[in-house]
């Protein structure tokens, strides 16, 4: 049953250090929020709905989550999901399998580096080291394929600058 993965890096919080000694603590900033507001604004240009949103129990991934809930159908519930901040792949397939989604889903998750890429490598490959990708911050990959390691194929790649790109492009008058 293949579906429609949008694996999606939080957006630029605020720095590591003493202001925030329990990491998972940390807000987005201001940058952070224009940042997930213009992935969502490109998401809806691009006519991307979203049947579950999940994200990671931390405040950063959170508040970036929190863009995207315009684009769930049906006013859908943010999902928290643990395995979005750990270092264990088959739980966190086995979380997203465990959401009893339909043929052709739209799924987004939200979480952290280095644990997206190498979940992405593992989507892709099976492998967490097999596939380099670069995720800055707020930026969306779409993956396609059945919920399987090994078995999706990337779609595209959505940094910053090309999701204002996207949105600036859909605004612009003729």
């Not at 429609?4 to 940058?31: C, F, M, Q, T, W």
Request: charged share 25%.
């Amino acid at each position: 049953m293949p579906i429609n993965l949008y694996v999606i890096r939080h957006a630029k919080a605020g720095e590591r250090g003493e202001a925030y000694p329990d990491d998972s603590l940390r807000p987005l900033v201001k940058k952070g929020h224009k940042q997930s507001e213009m992935l969502s604004k490109a998401m809806a240009v691009l006519r991307i709905s979203l049947d579950k949103l999940c994200s990671s129990p931390y405040t950063r991934a959170k508040e970036t989550s929190e863009a995207f809930k315009g684009r769930l159908k049906n006013g859908k519930k943010i999902i928290e999901l643990p395995s979005l901040a750990s270092l264990d792949y088959d739980q966190l397939l086995k979380d997203l399998q465990d959401l009893n989604l339909e043929p052709d889903s739209h799924i987004a998750i939200v979480g952290h580096e280095p644990y997206l890429s190498e979940f992405c490598s593992f989507m892709l490959s099976g492998s967490t080291d097999e596939v380099a990708l670069r995720f800055k911050k707020a930026t969306m990959v779409h993956l396609y394929g059945s919920l399987q390691a090994g078995t999706m194929a990337m779609h595209s790649m959505i940094q910053p600058k090309i999701a204002a790109a996207i949105v600036q492009e859909a605004y612009v008058d003729d």
